[in-house]
Antibody
C-alpha cells in the first residue's frame, strides 16, 4: 500500500522559510518512472503544481515560484523535502505531496498524502 | 503556459442524474489530460488518465472523452458519494503541469 505523509510547521511568519517533508512508504522514490511532487491548494482555490523530483535527481519546479523553491530527496529515508523562501500570506494553503508516475499515456499524480495546512501570518 | 478552464464552475444535480463536466485547454494537448475527484477535506483522487482511461478501482459510471482542446468527464448515474469537486490536469507540457479551477458537484 502506497502512503505519503506530509510534515512541517502549521504556522509560518511572513518572510520566513517554509520546510516541508514528505515521507513515503509502499514504493521507493528510486523506482524508475516514479517520483514525488508537491502541489498546493489555497483555501477555496485550484490546485497548483509546485515541483517534483525523481530518483535520478531529475527535478522541475514552477516557473512562477522557481526562485523561491528547492526540492531534494533522501532515498535512504524515503523522504522528499521542499523549501520555500520568503513566505507571504498569499502562500497560505494546503500543501500536498503526491506520487508522480510517468506512464506511456502521460504523467499522473496517482497517490496523494493527506495534506498539511500551512498558514502564513505574523 | 497552458491554461485550463472548466465549466460549469458548479452544478446541482440529483442522485441518478447524468452529469457532464467540460475542461478546455488553451492549446492542443492531444489526450494528455487527467481527471481528479476531491471530496471536502480530502486529497484529490485520480479518476481518469489520458482523457478516457479509467484508473483501477474507479466505478464504471465515470467516463472521459475528448482530445485536442476539449474534454468531458461524464458520470452516467450520479451517486451520493460522487458529490465532490472535479478537476482536470494537463500533462502535455511535461515537466510543467497545470490544473483546471475545478467543478463542484452539489446535491440538488
Amino acid at each position: 500500500q502506497v502512503t505519503l505523509k506530509e510534515s512541517g510547521p502549521v504556522l509560518v511568519k511572513p518572510s520566513e522559510t517554509l520546510t516541508l517533508t514528505c515521507t513515503v512508504s509502499g514504493f521507493s522514490p528510486s523506482n524508475s518512472g516514479m517520483g514525488v511532487s508537491w502541489i498546493r491548494q489555497p483555501p477555496g482555490k485550484a490546485l497548483e503544481w509546485l515541483a517534483h523530483i525523481f530518483s535520478n535527481d531529475e527535478k522541475s519546479d514552477s516557473p512562477s515560484l522557481r526562485s523561491r523553491l528547492t526540492i531534494s530527496m533522501d532515498t535512504s529515508k524515503s523522504q522528499v523535502v521542499l523549501t520555500m523562501t520568503n513566505m507571504d500570506p498569499v502562500d497560505t494553503a494546503m500543501y500536498y505531496c503526491a506520487r508522480i508516475s510517468v506512464r506511456m499515456t502521460g504523467t499522473v499524480f496517482d497517490d496523494w498524502g493527506q495534506g498539511t495546512l500551512v498558514t502564513v501570518s505574523s | 503556459d497552458i491554461q485550463m478552464t472548466q465549466f460549469p464552475s458548479s452544478l446541482s444535480a440529483s442522485v441518478g442524474d447524468r452529469v457532464t463536466i467540460t475542461c478546455r485547454a488553451s492549446q492542443n494537448i492531444a489526450t494528455f489530460l487527467n481527471w481528479y475527484q476531491q471530496k471536502p477535506g480530502k486529497a484529490p483522487k485520480l479518476l481518469i488518465f489520458a482523457a478516457s482511461n479509467l484508473e483501477s478501482g474507479v466505478p464504471s459510471r465515470f467516463s472521459g472523452s475528448g482530445s485536442g482542446t476539449d474534454f468531458t468527464l461524464t458520470i452516467s448515474s450520479l451517486q451520493a458519494e460522487d458529490f465532490a469537486t472535479y478537476s482536470c490536469q494537463q500533462s502535455f507540457s511535461t515537466p510543467l503541469f497545470t490544473f483546471g479551477p475545478g467543478t463542484k458537484v452539489e446535491i440538488k
